[in-house]
């Protein structure tokens, strides 16, 4: 039904004005229309709900802004209204609310100035799929390879094997064209290229690998297209009988001024770089036409002397098979020579940060690129092979002669031509298999063939010089690796790498110096190899993880395809040349053990997080299936710690015998109701960082709740995941119990009854200088554990502001040192299914408690102390724990020392019952449910050997262990409505008090943690 305007409701109307007032006037408000800050910046629009919702709501419709991390260019970023604001009463909350996603980052709501609204930039210079990424690909595929090598390779393999050759090298290349179009499809692709997309699909591991290796290959293969550029300058000035020096000398000092004025081009940016690349595709093109005319062309007696006939069926059929010559004549010699010519498809992409938009463009024109330019490998490949024989001589009076006519050897004697001798000699230096310019031999205009040689050389070689600063310069700005930062600045609006050029020029111009192009193409083969097996193998993971951010709208892919891609990759890396992929592969190693051992803290949410979680989840579903059993039982720890920084002795205790064994998780309760703040608080990740920068291999769980003990209900019933959780409690004795009110107490010692009802083990510790570290501004900690000495006040400073962090320092205890042949005293008093003795067991297992000798401690009888002790002993060989001390000691069921009860009497007194509370109208039961700390008469009758007990075993423990490391006692249990909390409290004070080293008391939950048995 529709409501008319007269009888519509405005919720407007119905809301009330309010605002969160401060000292200095108000920063945040709802004026009845939106929500803003003091500096009037809207929270979110009225006018868009209206519009996508059809009524007046706080909530707005989808938005670019709230998904982007990027503020456009000279208008305000709009942020989506938080869950608290929608769904909290804010007019009863005291704070104001924080947005989940902050529109002035860095700056206090309501600060504004004009001088801090930016100026609009120029827009850089950025490029569509044909100009930035088609063309730029063809022409670093169609590079010196094209016209220097392939007739040469197809007068070696044959244009039956060339053809194999080359669609070998094009299925590679496009099954990691189709890899690399799914990877830049599945989000938005930033600057760096090969670099961006494996880093942020395999992890900054891999990917800071891959990125230095491609970025000094495209350095290399700068200096590879220079060298074949200077090859064909240095054969003009042959053939005009000019030289500077040598021929070898001459290579090189042609190629260092080429890649100097490469480099001026590069510096002068990427409007001009484009502008040269586009004029030597046009020069290309007209090449390969005058090419394919030179072929129809009816030969000149000149091109005949040198081998070319136009096209012959004879010809083609000769030069179909492969004909090997030389130590490089084999398959894959060849294929190692022309495979880089194939590796210029990821040219558009390493420019992806210059591109208008690259998840389009980089799909489209990497895979139009490799389309085209194999074919024009075919067709070159075919055609030259059908008009030029393999050997020829060159000179004109090498025409057949009627008596030589029997005696003739090769091809060209059926067109009239003898090159008889200088097959016999192997002196010919023209053919297909002599000359490497056959290409200007057969073309109309042989000028024009030079012209595209120098066109496809110069352009490769400056895609090449274009794309490794780029790439370089993404690895730079990540800070994965040291010094290298250097060369990660940029300059100009399009942010060129100044320096990343100048290490590019440097390192082409020193491979140059090397002069060789056969020499050169095959180091930079298994370098570019790898690149590609790594981005297959990046497409093959992100698939089979199932992640559900894997959503590239690149549909034509397949992971096995990718997979299979991979694994040829890797194979020819190792068939062309074993010992360079050796050290390509030990390059990748080390890099990736650098960078795993530095950590780097970036989160770009790979693929290897995605099998991470897999591999946990399956695991974890997996112990579902077998029952626990007690050979396989560990302590998994629940550490009632608070902020782990409040109290590190307790965090490294647990730490050392949970490490690589067990679980640990650090609880911390934050009391209040739900809100931000403390939300925040309670799932803030300092607290992880803090356990992670002090080694310490532990979860992090915090809960919001109205007070303590149901927050530790909380985490005692919901921490851990199926059979990985915890059994063992492990909190800090509660110093301050005395000062503090009685409710706390009764809340710390239900605590500890919780955890026995739900089943759990109880181990507390205490140190003679407490557990807590408290500073200036430090965060939230939970009352009701341990309070500072000099303090009867149990809870730190409030917690600073979101916007304030405070470093938090890495305190240095006792559990971190090295404790000598000290001894751990293991008072095993009562059997609690012995986890009393698994824990001193595993503390020896550690290099620092390794030396300490371990002694037993248990109650007997005088007259049988020797046979008690060997039944101890017998027990404890059995369960193969190493204990070799065990002593039995038959005074410690004694009397205590008068004076020792006095002060007993004197610690329990103020909880007692007197006699006006016992003349009051109130019952016992009203009291002992009104206040349950209370201790009656009786209470402390039926429980008098119990404390009796407690205060005797002090003094044992004062006796026997004053100079020890640790102290494991096992812990008394109170029973529930008999043992009043106030009584309990003072029996762990008691047992535990002025012993100078740690005290840990222990009461498993009394079933067998060891055993004897095999199974």
Known sequence: ME?????????????????????????????????????????????????????????????????????????????????????????????????????????????????????????????????????????????????????????????????????????????????????ATNGRVKGGGTYFLISRSLGPELGGSIGLIFAFANAVAVAMHTVGFAETVQALMQESGASIVDPINDI???????????????????????????????????????????????????KQAKGFFSYQADIFAENFVPNWRGPEGNFFGMFSIFFPSATGILAGANISGDLKDPTVAIPRGTLMAIFWTTLSYLIIAATIGACLVRDASGIMNDTLAMSSADSCQGLACQYGWDFTDCITNRTCTYGLSNQYQSMSLVSGFAPLITAGIFGATLSSALACLVSAPKVFQCLCKDNLYPVIGFFGKGNGKNDEPIRGYVLAYIIAVCFVLIAELNTIAPIISNFFLCSYALINFSCF?????????????????????????????????????????????GIVIFLLGYVLYKRPSVNWGSSVQAGSYNMALSYCVSLNQVDDHIKNYRPQCLVLTGPPSCRPALVDFVGTFTKNLSLMICGNVVTGGPSPATLDTASSNSHVTWLNKRQIKSFYHGVVANDLRTGV?????????????????????????????????DNYIGILHDAFDLQYGVCVLRMREGLDVFRQAQTHVNPGFEASPESGVNTCVPPAPPSIQFPQPQPSTVFQSQQGKKTIDVYWLFDDGGLTLLLPYLLTRKKRWARCKVRVFVGGDIQRKEEQRKEVMDLISK????????????????????????????????YRINTAQKDGHVTAEQLNQDCPWMVSDEEIETNKPKTLRQIRLNEVLQDYSRDAAIIFVTMPVGRRGQCPSALYMAWLETLSRDLRPPVLLVRGNQENVLTFYCQ
């Open 3 to 183: 409501l008319s305007p007269k009888l519509g409701i405005s919720l407007s109307a119905l809301r009330s004005q309010f605002s969160v007032n401060g000292e200095e006037g108000p920063k945040y408000g709802f004026d009845g229309s939106r929500y803003h800050y003091g500096d009037g910046t809207s929270v979110a629009s009225q006018n868009s709900s209206q519009i996508l919702t059809g009524y007046d709501t706080l909530d707005v419709g989808p938005n670019y802004d709230f998904y982007a991390n990027t503020n456009a260019l000279g208008r305000v970023r709009r942020s989506r209204p938080s869950l608290f604001q929608l769904h909290s009463n804010i007019e009863e909350d005291s704070c104001p609310p924080p947005l989940y996603e902050e529109t002035n980052t860095g700056r206090a709501p309501g600060d504004s100035s004009e001088d801090d609204v930016e100026e609009p930039q120029s827009e850089p210079t950025r490029f569509g799929w044909v100009k930035g990424v088609m063309i730029r690909c063809m022409l670093n595929i169609w590079g010196v390879i094209l016209y220097l090598r392939l007739p040469w390779i197809t007068a070696q393999a044959g244009i039956g094997l060339t053809w194999v050759i080359i669609l070998l090298s094009s299925c590679i290349t496009g099954i990691t064209g189709l890899s690399t179009s799914a990877i």
């Open 252 to 302: 090189r000092i042609i190629g260092v001024i080429t890649v100097t004025c490469l480099l001026a081009i590069s510096l002068a940016g990427m409007e001009w770089e484009a502008k040269a690349q586009v004029l030597f595709f046009i020069v290309i093109l007209v090449s390969f036409a005058n090419y394919i005319v030179g072929t129809i062309i009816p030969a000149t007696p000149q």
């Open 541 to 585: 993971h992100a698939s089979i993880t199932n992640s559900p951010g894997w959503r590239p709208s690149f549909r034509f892919y397949s992971k096995w395809m990718s997979l299979l891609g991979a694994v040829v990759s890797v194979i020819i890396m190792f068939l062309l040349t074993w010992w360079a992929a050796l050290i390509a592969i």
């Open 713 to 745: 209900k909380m985490l005692l019933q919901g921490a851990g995941l199926g059979r990985i959780r915890p059994n063992v409690l492990l909190t800090g004795f509660k110093r301050d119990w005395r000062k503090d009110k009685p409710s706390c107490i």
């Open 879 to 910: 369960f193969r724990l190493g204990f070799h001390d065990v002593e039995v000691l038959p005074d410690i069921n004694a009397r205590p020392q008068p004076e020792h009860v006095r002060r007993f009497e004197d610690l329990i007194g103020p």
